[in-house]
């Protein structure tokens, strides 16, 4: 690894790029993971560069404070990934009753699980309150419901609201949440409701956090770390204005964004402390607990999807290789390629990294659409019947959030890691979706 790279592009050192990608691709090959028969698609994460972005992400932050890393699982709730990050000392954010299950089930224990989402039932905030549940309240309706809740039981449960600083978006509108108008959250700046807030804490001594998430991918670190000032100054001004410490705890989201372009790290975990240093220094001096909610960030550079390439043509002079990644596996790509484009590398069917000289090429999938293109002119080594193509920056999200279209089958997914002497070992993460799982009975 070059020592002259900026410290908030550091690679760790698994995550070397091209030549380890190919060292997994073909060894899975050889392994008989992929098949261009039996199995055409898989995707793969590469657990020892996880192990090493997550060890990166609790040294940012200094050891003095208390600071509980909670993985937003939508990222990537599949068991074993939920497991492992488990053991590697984080926690977990939930926003729906299935994530909430999955966390659970992967051995969290509630203290270390964080409850957001804008549509909770009552169902779900009370499993909540009764097992100790960190709860981020989003409106003032699930306050009143809250108050209802706790008038039947006591909980340990700590409990906060999300507000939000309404400081502006970022480039991807989808990936923004700290617009005017955001679903998300009691919005601050609206008419009476910062008053309203202090008030609703003055009356309600259980209520310690406040909360709030700017945005991720398109979301710039100063404009994450503005609305993290904002909440900062906010629970300060209440703690003023009660006349006590009765704000303890910050939730500052998670949204770092992820570099697609080439193989950085870049934003770092450190760049993005400075500038909270920068914007938001009370959160270092030690007189909150924080919380973050980190997702893509975490899994994103440590996974890539491969898939053979089933036929090829022409068409109006443009080649186009057909593969097995499209849309389900790739939903924002295909359906917001400006906002979401992905790397490809190309591949012998061995898995060895093809050369020559770049056609541009479209990359299409198996669904029966015309958009179904996870490339468009992309400059590739001409692709042909056999060959593999790779997926990159793929780790969360893409392989985790299958979308059923034609009733293609998840793929499966592997863990990958490494001896020293450089043996590779593949750990199933998920299996593949047999057709017959497809299959639901005719009700007698």
């Known amino acids: 690894m070059p020592e002259n790279r900026p410290p908030s592009e550091q690679l760790p050192s698994s995550l070397i790029g091209a030549e380890r990608r190919e060292l997994l691709l073909r060894e899975a090959v050889r392994q008989g993971l992929l098949d261009p028969e039996e199995t055409p698609l898989a995707a793969f994460l590469d657990l020892d560069a996880v192990t090493e972005t997550v060890a990166a992400l609790h040294a940012a932050f200094p050891a003095a404070l208390d600071v509980r890393h909670a993985f937003a699982a939508k990222a990537n709730p599949l068991g074993p990934v939920l497991r492992r990050l488990r053991a590697l000392g984080m926690g977990c954010e939930v926003a729906s009753p299935g994530e909430f299950a999955q966390a659970l089930a992967a051995g969290f224990p509630p203290e270390l699980i964080v409850l957001d989402s804008p549509a909770k039932t009552r169902r779900e905030l009370a499993l909540a309150l009764d097992l100790g549940v960190t709860v981020n309240i989003d409106n003032w309706q699930e306050l009143d419901r809250i108050d209802a809740l706790l008038a039947e039981r006591r909980s340990a449960a700590r409990i906060g609201v999300r507000i939000n600083p309404q400081v502006g978006g970022g480039s991807i509108a989808a990936m923004s949440t700290a617009t005017a ?9 609206d008419a009476g409701n910062a008053t309203r807030l202090i008030e609703a804490f003055r009356a309600r001594p259980w209520l310690t ?34 006349g006590r410490r009765q704000v303890t705890g910050l939730d500052i989201g998670g949204g770092l964004p992820v570099n697609f372009a080439d193989d950085r790290i870049a934003p770092g975990w450190d760049a993005y402390v400075d500038r909270l240093r920068t914007h938001a220094p009370v959160l270092f001096d030690g007189r909150y607990r924080l919380t973050t909610e980190f997702g893509r960030s975490v899994l994103a550079k440590s996974g890539f999807i491969a898939s053979y390439i089933e036929y090829t043509k022409e068409a109006g002079g443009r080649p186009i290789a057909i593969g097995h990644a499209g849309a389900q596996v790739a939903t ?16 012998h069917p061995s ?4 050369h020559g000289t770049p056609v541009p090429q479209d990359v299409a999938g198996p669904c029966c659409f015309a958009g179904d293109l996870i490339a468009r002119a992309r400059p590739l080594p001409r692709l042909a019947p056999g060959d593999l193509i790779c997926l990159l920056d793929c780790g969360a999200y893409y392989p985790s959030n299958h979308f059923s279209y034609n009733s293609l089958p998840e793929p499966p997914v592997h863990g990958a890691t490494t001896t020293p002497t ?23």
Request: with cysteine.
């Open 332 to 347: 924002r790509t295909v359906f917001m390629p400006d906002s979401w484009p992905l790397r490809i590398s190309a591949h």
């Open 209 to 242: 956090e406040l909360h709030c998430h700017v945005g991720s991918q398109g979301v710039d670190l100063d404009l994450m770390a503005t609305g993290v000032a904002a909440t900062a100054a906010f629970a300060e001004r209440i703690n003023r204005e009660l």
């Open 422 to 444: 450089g043996a590779v070992h593949f750990t199933p993460l998920r299996p593949a979706q047999p057709l017959e799982a497809l299959l639901t009975p005719t009700p007698a």
């Open 181 to 189: 108008t955001s679903k998300f959250g009691i919005p601050l700046a």
């Open 351 to 354: 898995g060895r990294t093809k």
